[in-house]
T-cell receptor, first 114, second 113 residues
């Protein structure tokens, strides 16, 4: 049973470009969470999705950021018109159920905005 | 503000010694979880302790929970160089009808061979 997959592992974008981060949850998991981590910091919650639905996006900036989890295919976190402050590691986690129980994390995507 | 706050921020010990990390939180919880993160990697779930439990063991890990003091501790016994990592506690925050994990800033543990 493969773990949570994220790609790309490293992404470099120039200011103003778009960044697309992909996350494939563990088999059988329909709950996906996205987190952002700055150097030497803990993870900050961004958005929680369940197949085709955004359950909670309270941690995601209202502008430039969007997330989806379609019926088929991976979950996508999209950042439009990236700025230097978007440089961070973005982690996806999946869970069998909601309710704040054990989550399984992917290896992360390190985004660098130049 | 962070729900969970770990201390110390950094801890350096020799192989074979025990390592203790603490976590304090602010609001009531259903459970508290500890995760490990190796440098440049994702988080790995270590252990979950429910609010009605006081202590839990898993291999060389021992977690305690004191809900009256709103604190938890993670003890790693007989540490190994491979235990070098950052350790985070996470609590569940209910907001807007959903539960989500809130992480502290972590304790960076270095185990010297």
């Amino acid at each position: 049973n493969a773990g949570v997959m994220q790609n790309p592992r490293h992404l470099v974008r120039r200011r103003g470009q778009e960044a697309r981060l992909r996350c494939s949850p563990m088999k059988g998991h329909s709950h996906v969470y996205w987190y952002r981590q700055l150097p030497e910091e803990g993870l900050k919650f961004m958005v929680y999705l369940q197949k085709e639905n955004i359950i909670d996006e309270s941690g995601m900036p209202k502008e430039r950021f969007s997330a989806e989890f379609p019926k088929e295919g991976p979950s996508i976190l999209r950042i439009q018109q990236v700025v230097r402050g978007d440089s961070a590691a973005y982690f996806c986690a999946s869970a069998l159920t909601g309710g704040g129980y054990e989550q399984y994390f992917g290896p992360g995507t390190r985004l660098t905005v130049t | 503000s962070q729900q969970g706050e770990e201390d110390p921020q950094a801890l350096s010990i020799q192989e074979g010694e025990n390592a203790t990390m603490n976590c304090s939180y602010k609001t009531s919880i259903n459970n508290l979880q500890w995760y490990r993160q190796n440098s440049g990697r994702g988080l790995v779930h270590l252990i979950l302790i429910r609010s009605n439990e006081r202590e839990k063991h898993s291999g060389r890990l021992r977690v305690t929970l004191d809900t009256s003091k709103k604190s938890s501790s993670l003890l790693i016994t007989a540490s190994r160089a491979a235990d070098t990592a950052s350790y985070f506690c996470a609590t569940v925050k209910t907001q807007g009808g959903s539960e989500k994990l809130v992480f502290g800033k972590g304790t960076k543990l270095t185990v010297n061979p």
